[in-house]
């Protein structure tokens, strides 16, 4: 045995874990979406290519094959809340990270910790939380009522508004923390020499904190963006149900609509507009690698 | 075929060892039967029941066809029952053999679902319909039409159910479509009915239903019988049970043994235990729906005159186990309402 050969059968156990819970997975959903389906659920084994097809044409109410924009118009809502989730994700951690950043060290922690610690409750639980905050008679409008602010409301509940606040709530921690982790690196005395320069404070935020806390905000933007996109409970719960999200979809297609093949066709489109936006900022992060 | 195999195996290794003599796997509507009972059970035969919850006929039906689910007793509603016998995914236990059968009532033998009574024997029946809260809503409730085409003043004062299976049924009802239709013009029609309806509907939500229509966030809410009767009649809730003359939605919930299933004979003695008249009747106290078994009227807490509910005056449509083509068309409507 030499060192050479134990650097890569070494990593044997690596791979064999990655092979079981990633790839097999996966290699099983892509052959399920190519699959056909079964009558009450389930599937049989073939090679179809339908599923894909469904996702932009079906049939119309009259019979006749014809393009759907429903389930565009499902993909197209859920980039733009998760991406909206993230831009208003990245606009609050910025400050909060960098009030955290400057704070004494002895407080620096248990700022740190007061920021994951939402994270030991269950998520159903936190989400629910925010069914007492916004809904009918909730904290809220109690507060506001008992400012004299409004007479009579409508509900908070149950609005697209809710939904972005239950996805901004669940996972701005996942922004804060790599946002914190960039500004910490910050050397003050660039920032010194850029107002030594006549830099203002606005073009010093701008040319100089920005750029060099970049990095953290892209992978905060990854951390937020991507489990956006798989998003159920918050659509179900602060949402009402009214509209679905991805989720929703593919959950409904292997639940009661019964079709295997077409839900895990939308995972498999979901998985590919992540592969997509990862590729994207793995390109931007070596493009930046080359310029430094 | 080979993917279910494997993922047998790999779920199989894990509850190997709760297939020693006395475990039972229940996995059931959630907190639809009494604890008071299953803890009688666990001391009058030493068997230990692990209890498990689901909300939706759906989820039940998608645990089984991903393979061995680790249960032993399941409680489908009668079109899924139908589906899961059709599909191979319950054992048969000659439920006609067992002495429960013999508690079960008459017209509830031999049904569609279960025509030779080889897999199921039933727990509770009850419809699905609409309930008003009586603070918020003044008019009559003898048509869907109040539910479905409300006046101006119910903006965002109704809500729904999250999946399609009872609501579609309802709205067919109203339509005098009939159930499981294949035919997309009628389908349209529901899909019509539900799109217009749509700015009225507050939430399309299928939990925490007691506090939304009885603390009267809502005046409309899609529900089941003895969910309202429970919160009426416990809670002292300003609510009524419509009884709309297009009819209601039915449902029918069985004890079924999932194939393969590593506790039968544990099973068999639950819905024993269940069926006898003494233990029949604490359940139907415990959970507010209709007992198919029969029961002691004396003792019974529910009655036509202090639970009408539970006695409708109208009549009761089942929901049926659809083909593709027809389920389709109920996914179609759900997915372009909520697209």
């Known amino acids: 045995m030499n060192w050479r050969d134990f650097r890569i059968w070494g990593l044997a156990p690596a791979w064999v874990i990655m092979a079981l819970t990633l790839v097999l997975p996966i290699g099983i959903v892509v052959l399920v979406s190519l699959s056909i389906r079964g009558a009450y659920g389930g599937f049989d084994w073939g090679l179809s290519f339908d599923s894909y097809a469904k996702i932009l044409f079906e049939e119309d109410w009259d019979g006749n094959l014809a393009f759907t924009p429903q389930y565009l118009a499902i993909i197209g809502r859920t980039l733009w809340l998760a991406g909206l989730t993230t831009l208003i994700c990245a606009a609050l951690a910025l400050p909060a990270a960098y009030v955290i950043a400057q704070a004494p060290a002895r407080w620096k922690a248990v700022l740190v910790y007061l920021v994951t610690l939402p994270f030991w409750v269950s998520m159903i639980v936190r989400v629910y939380a925010w069914i007492i905050i916004l809904g009918n008679d909730g904290v809220i409008e109690k507060t506001l009522r008992g400012l004299g602010l409004v007479a009579d409301m409508d509900s908070l509940l149950f609005t697209n508004g809710a939904m972005l606040t239950g996805l901004v709530y669940s996972y701005i921690p996942l922004m804060i923390l790599p946002v914190f982790a960039s500004i910490e690196k910050l050397d003050p005395a660039l920032i010194e020499a850029s107002h030594d320069l006549y830099g203002s404070r606005w073009v010093t935020a701008r040319r100089v904190i920005l750029p060099l806390t970049l990095p953290g905000l892209m992978a905060g933007a990854v951390l937020v963006f991507v489990p956006c996109l798989g998003a159920v409970l918050e659509p179900i719960l602060l949402g009402g149900g009214k509209v679905m999200l991805m989720g929703n979809l593919i959950q409904t297609q292997f639940g009661g609509g019964r079709n295997w093949p077409f839900g895990a066709a939308i995972a498999v489109t979901l998985m590919g507009l992540v592969m997509i936006f990862l590729m994207l900022n793995a390109l931007r992060a070596r493009r930046e690698v080359s310029h430094a | ?339």
């Open chain 2, 1 to 339: 075929m080979t993917m279910r195999i494997l993922l047998t195996s790999a779920l199989l290794a894990l509850p190997a060892a709760a297939q020693a003599e006395g475990v039972l796997n229940l996995y059931i509507w959630s907190d639809s039967i009494s604890p008071e009972l299953i803890a009688k059970f666990e001391s009058e035969t030493g068997i230990k029941v692990n209890v498990d919850g689901f909300n939706s006929n759906e989820d039940l039906l998608t645990k089984l066809q991903a393979g061995a689910s680790g249960y032993d007793l399941v409680t489908p509603s009668q079109h899924f029952l139908k589906i899961m016998a059709d599909e191979g995914l319950l054992e048969d236990i000659d439920a006609h053999d067992l002495a429960a059968y013999q508690a079960v009532d008459e017209k509830w033998r031999g049904q569609w679902w279960d025509e030779t009574n080889e897999y199921s024997i039933p727990l509770a029946f009850g419809t699905a319909g609409f309930t008003v809260n009586r603070d918020q809503y003044k008019g009559p409730v003898d048509s869907w039409a109040a539910f479905f085409e409300p006046g101006e003043d119910l903006k965002g004062k109704i809500a729904s159910l999250s999946y399609p299976d009872e609501v579609v049924g309802a709205a067919q009802l109203y339509l005098g479509v009939p159930f499981c239709s294949e035919d997309s013009a009628e389908m349209k029609r529901v899909y019509d009915l539900l799109a217009a309806q749509k700015p009225f509907v507050a939430a399309y939500t299928s939990d925490n239903i007691e506090n939304r229509i009885g603390g009267g966030e809502v005046a409309m809410h899609f529900w089941w019988d003895g969910n309202s009767m429970k919160t009426r009649a416990n809670d002292g809730a300003p609510i009524e049970y419509a009884m709309p003359k297009e009819g209601l939605v039915g449902w029918l919930d069985s004890f079924v043994v999932p194939k393969g299933a590593a506790n039968v004979e544990n099973a068999k003695k639950f819905i024993d235990f269940m069926s006898t008249v003494e233990n029949a009747t604490a359940q139907y106290n415990f959970y507010g729906h209709s007992a198919p078994v029969k029961i002691d009227t004396a003792s019974a807490k529910y009655t036509p005159e202090n639970a009408p509910e539970l006695f409708p005056t109208v009549k009761v449509e089942f929901s049926r186990a659809c083909s593709p083509a027809a389920q389709d068309l109920v996914t179609k409507v759900w997915t372009q309402l909520l697209q």
